[in-house]
């Protein structure tokens, strides 16, 4: 799969990393598209670096699915830690 590939695919999976993580990182849904393509893309390269595929030249099947998702909620997750924007039980904004 191409770099365009993993640019739609990360845009999905940023998607579905909003429905993942609990909280209000203050992005919206635009926000959380963009830190789910870089998610995937970082996890493309980490995937084919760790299991020594061709993640990023390979097919769109699942593992493209789960890896890209999986990079896109570790997006999420180190954003919202570095911005310590996380409101979950803080009450109304």
């Not at 909280?23 to 849904?29: A, F, I, R, S």
């Not at 970082?42 to 769109?60: C, E, K, M, R, T």
């Amino acid at each position: 799969m191409s770099i365009i590939g993993w640019i739609v695919l990360g845009a999905i999976a940023g998607w579905l990393a909003g429905f993942f993580v609990k909280g209000d990182e203050g992005l919206g849904v635009i926000g959380t598209i963009i830190l789910g393509i870089v998610g995937a893309i970082v996890g493309g390269f980490l995937a084919s670096a760790l299991f020594n595929v061709d993640a990023i030249n390979g097919p769109l099947d699942i593992s493209s699915i789960v890896v890209a998702t999986i990079g896109a909620i570790i997006a999420v997750v180190v954003f919202q830690m570095l911005t310590g924007r996380n409101r979950v039980g803080r009450g109304p904004v």
